[in-house]
């Protein structure tokens, strides 16, 4: 079209290429024909997890893109073509294959990492860490070399040092500052940083100026320090911060600033209104900004600028969380506290955890102005809400950085969020998202969620949503319905109790009775499986009897995990882990023959996936007939008790963990629970079978067992807490018995154990009162409940392959014998999987 | 897949017998193939018995047993239920509702199954293919 004008971006990293998504997605194409020019061979690629590549990522993932999205999307890209002039009078820009006309040009062109200018700094075995040539070089200098330093203790040369130790290399960093991350943390929270990284192996030399790099004797090089100290090393990598790549724009006279950058404005103009810059080239008030997430900031605003939209770049927060070479570090704000004169400062140091916290908060100590982290980030998501939202400080800051099982409680509650707290970041929705949602009309959490997207994509954000609806709901006076669905008025725990109470055995009588009227009679999604759940707690019939089976979701009705081709896995039970050979010899064999990919679990036991509908009887058939049983792997049930060898092989081992792991595996099997429920035995203090992390955790003693409680791992991991302390094996299950029933009987639907002991009134008191004193008086009826879930334990898939009803719901087709034609795999490292 | 997988070769947008009344699942669904003029489809049958007076008009009904959200062939595998009166089936795998009545997703308005006609004729199911 002739009336396209021509846009040229000099430069494809991950701020140019940001750009290019920007002008893609929004439709930006139709108004200019789009050139991209990139010195590198590669295209845009991901430069955050650049260490990743030692790591066995190739260039290919690390790309930010498909290999043919320019092609497609219209864009051209040209790769190894470098500028080397841009021609403002003319308004061409110059490589060395020829001159290209431009309307507007937008320099992303990035930085380069500063060398220091010490003689010998060009030697062989010198390098840099910043492109994937780099690293290559890097990689084929190491090949012949046992040592490697870096020269830089920052963020980048930490994470060059990472990369030397993958290599293999006694790797050593050298820093010029008294400390290493000298931007970032203070003295303590370097020298902390120093202790965990140096029992990493990596040696930290600090307040060293290296002089010169000459050769050495042992090794390659030799690094002579300002005290004429030195140090050998095969490699050396520079790492001493980065520089704006202004080169292009000095040459044709745009402003620079004193140090380097060019100079823009809040549009990302720079001194020619036809050129912009973005990124780490560019200069705005004054400051480069070394992190992606404002580069990307400047493209949406370089983009607006472009296509005549009012988005401007105002500044970035330069807050930080990483991660390097294992250890966390967080940066909010003010760290250092060197900005307030007036700044009050809190500091926790765990000499021991190696945990290191500060809180720099204003003098009337009401807001948090900065926060430093080392050894554990874990409330860094908190204190960045206080920062970055203005959050009014608890009356004991110091609370916020305390270790939790002091008292403290520093997660927000969804009242004290802003309304600028993002609440899902898969779909981009704050609080005040939410809020104007139920302003104009949204009266519950569906109706929230079908206007905001919110909790639609990962769904890691569920009960967080719920709880900022609910308290929004309240907050404008409506009641909130803690109703289970549309069928019911009632809680789970009220329905648990009605059915207990009056003996309702049936869905269809429990609806008859206490569904609501003015709705239809066949329940939901929501309501059979809660209800299917709750009749089996109490009762313990199979769930694929016929009164049941509509009720339960796919997993139990199949009794298998449905995958997302629409084929199932399948686990045994293996209790506690142990399995003999023969039978192990029988999982391989019915795996082989059904050609099922076979992982082994967490829960240690053994997976095996891809098992075609009408397969199922049949595989169960023959592991029921080498003595395996159900594993329930499928159910809101016991999973399995993971445990330690225990003192019968372990040298440390005090007790039997192995034997009292199938013991309560074995009691508790069938148990069907408002949602999963966990387990570990550990044999003895060490915690091998990670038994902190699960519902229910069980660590011997000398004189018996400690009983841990409500522990998660997954998305939001949670300790479990001691409840109780040397425990014999009778009085261990008497115990559990009683917590479990009580959990059964009082938690919402699918709410773990975790969530269920946070969301209790009285909290692990109350749980103590109730379970050891028996406040309640409950705990007799509460141990004969769990026996009669015991006493009336059968395997359901023996129940069902002796049933030809039951085994008629097994067919794909019920006119075809054939299996479903669409289900193909392909296969990987051996095994098939879903193609 | 083939026309060969079809057992049952009517000809096509005519009333064709899928199976029997022994083959459904009160209250749940099942799967079957259908022959339709766009070739062999795969269909997922769902039997409401009739209980109270009110509401429900049909007993059963014949959807599409491919999942456009999971592109894998579940449907008849969901739970049935009803939402504000209407009875629909939530997809086994990401839980979406799809109408029983029309095909309709309750979450994604462009989102809709096909749906056949369907009846008892004596103890046999009749699907307008």
Redesign the interface.
Same mark, same amino acid.
């Given at each position: 079209m002739s009336t396209q004008q021509q846009l040229i971006i000099i430069g494809n990293g991950m701020v140019g290429h940001h750009l290019v998504e920007q002008l893609v997605d929004n439709g930006a194409l139709e108004r200019y024909q789009v050139t991209v020019f990139g010195e590198e061979r590669h295209r845009a690629y991901d430069r955050v997890h650049l260490s990743e590549y030692f790591s066995g990522r190739d260039a290919d993932s690390l790309a930010l893109c498909e290999a043919d999205y320019y092609a497609t999307s219209g864009v051209e890209l040209r790769t190894s073509e470098a500028v080397i002039e841009i021609d403002r009078n003319s308004q061409e820009v110059v490589t060395e294959q020829g001159r290209y006309p431009y309307d507007r040009l937008v320099l992303a062109t990035g930085s380069f990492p500063f060398v220091p200018p010490i003689p010998g700094n060009d030697r062989d075995g010198c390098l840099v860490y910043r492109t994937l040539d780099d690293l290559d070089a890097i990689q084929a200098a190491a090949e012949n070399a046992t040592t490697g330093v870096v020269v830089g203790g920052g963020l980048l040369g930490l994470e060059a040092a990472n990369a030397l130790r993958g290599l293999n290399l006694d790797t050593a960093v050298v820093e010029f500052a008294s400390r290493l991350m000298p931007m970032q943390v203070d003295n303590e929270g370097g020298e902390l940083l120093r202790e965990k990284i140096e029992a990493l192996g990596v040696q930290v030399l600090t307040e060293r100026a290296t002089q010169r790099i000459e050769d050495g004797e042992a090794s390659r090089h030799r690094m002579v320090f300002q005290d004429d100290k030195v140090l050998e090393t095969d490699l050396i990598v520079f790492s001493a911060g980065i520089r704006p790549r202004d080169q292009l724009a000095r040459d044709c006279g745009l402003e620079i600033g004193e140090r380097g950058g060019v100079v823009v404005d809040n549009q990302c103009l720079t001194s020619d209104p036809a050129i912009l810059a973005i990124g780490e080239v560019a200069l705005w008030n004054q400051s480069i900004f070394g992190l992606v997430a404002p580069g990307y900031q400047m493209a949406k605003a370089a983009f607006s600028t472009l296509t005549g939209g009012d988005t401007q770049f105002g500044g970035a927060d330069m807050s930080t969380k990483l991660k390097l070479l294992g250890v966390d570090v967080g940066s909010i704000g003010d760290a250092h506290g060197n900005q307030n004169p007036s700044a009050r400062m809190f500091r926790y140091l765990d000499p021991i955890k190696q945990e290191y916290r500060k809180l720099v908060i204003s003098s009337d100590g009401k807001k948090l102005l900065g926060a430093m982290l080392v050894g554990n980030n874990s409330v860094y998501d908190t204190l960045l809400q206080y920062y970055a939202n203005g959050i009014e400080l608890p009356d004991e800051p110091a609370s916020l950085i305390l270790p939790q099982s002091s008292g403290a409680a520093p997660t927000l509650g969804p009242g004290a969020l802003p309304e600028t707290a993002s609440i899902c970041s898969c779909h981009n929705v704050t609080k005040g998202d939410i809020c104007a949602t139920i302003d104009a009309g949204a009266v519950d959490l569906s109706g929230v969620k079908t206007a905001t997207k919110a909790s639609t994509g990962c769904g890691g954000c569920t009960a967080l949503l719920k709880s900022v609806v609910d308290h929004e709901l309240e907050a404008r006076g409506v009641e909130v319905d803690k109703s289970i669905c549309e069928h019911f008025a009632h809680t789970r725990q009220e329905l648990y109790d009605i059915v207990r109470v009056e003996g309702i055995k049936t869905f269809s009588e429990l609806i008859e009775k206490h569904g609501n009227q003015d709705t239809h009679c066949l329940g939901c999604d929501i309501c059979k499986p809660a209800v299917a759940s709750i009749l089996a707690s109490c009762f313990n019939e199979p769930i694929t009897d016929a009164a049941h089976i509509p009720l339960q979701d796919t997993n139990d009705t199949f009794m298998a995990n449905m995958q997302k081709n629409g084929t199932y896995s399948v686990v045994p039970r293996v209790a506690g882990g142990e399995i003999t050979p023969d039978k192990l010899i029988v999982l391989g064999e019915v795996a082989k023959k059904y050609s099922l990919y076979s992982k082994v679990t967490g829960g240690q036991r053994i997976d095996l996936f891809g098992a075609r509908l009408e397969d199922l009887p049949d595989i169960w058939g023959e592991l029921i007939a080498a003595g395996f049983e159900t594993g329930h792997a499928y159910g809101k049930s016991l999973r399995t008790v993971k445990s330690c060898v225990g003192s019968t092989w372990c040298r440390y081992g005090v007790q039997d963990s192995v034997g009292m792991a199938i013991q309560l595996e074995n009691r508790y099997k069938g148990l069907r629970s408002p949602h999963k429920i966990k387990f570990g035995v550990s044999g003895c203090t060490r915690e091998c079978a990670e038994a902190q992390s699960k519902d229910i955790g069980i660590i011997a003693t000398e004189n018996g067992w400690n009983l841990y409680v409500c522990g998660n791992g997954g998305m939001r991991p949670r300790h479990a807490e001691l409840f109780a302390t040397d425990l014999d094996d009778e009085l261990l299950y008497r115990t559990i018995d009683r917590f479990l029933m009580f959990y059964v009987r009082t938690a919402d639907r699918l709410q773990r154990t975790s969530v269920w002991r946070e969301n209790l009134d009285g909290g692990l008191e109350y749980l103590k009162e109730v379970i050891l004193e028996d406040s309640l008086g409950i705990n007799d009826e509460l141990e004969r409940q769990m026996q009669s879930v015991v006493d009336s334990y059968q395997c359901e898939w023996a129940d069902a392959i002796s049933d030809p009803e039951k085994l008629k719901r097994f067919r794909s087709f019920v006119n075809d014998d054939r299996p479903d034609p669409s289900i193909i795999m392909t296969s990987e490292r051996g095994q098939l999987r879903p193609a | 897949?083939?026309a060969t997988?079809? !057992? /049952?070769t009517v000809s096509t947008d005519t009333w064709q017998p899928?199976?029997t009344k022994a083959?459904?699942?009160?209250?749940?669904g099942?799967?079957?193939?259908l022959n339709t003029p766009e070739g062999p489809a795969?269909v997922a049958?769902f039997y409401?018995p009739r209980?109270?007076s009110q509401?429900?008009e049909k007993e059963l009904y014949a959807l599409d047993h491919f999942d456009p959200f999971?592109n894998?062939?579940?449907i008849a595998?969901?739970?049935?239920?009803?939402? !504000?009166?209407n009875?629909?089936v939530?997809s086994?795998?990401y839980?979406q /509702?799809f109408r029983l009545e029309d095909g309709q997703c309750l979450?994604d308005e462009n989102i809709k199954l096909r749906t056949w006609k369907v009846a008892f004729r004596g103890e046999e199911v009749w699907v307008a293919g």
């Open positions: - | 897949m083939t997988a079809l !057992k /049952h899928l199976c083959d459904l699942v009160a209250f749940s099942v799967a079957a193939w795969q049958i409401l209980q109270r509401g429900q999971s894998a062939n579940v595998r969901g739970i049935i239920g009803d939402v !504000k009166g009875p629909v939530a086994p795998l839980k /509702h979450e």
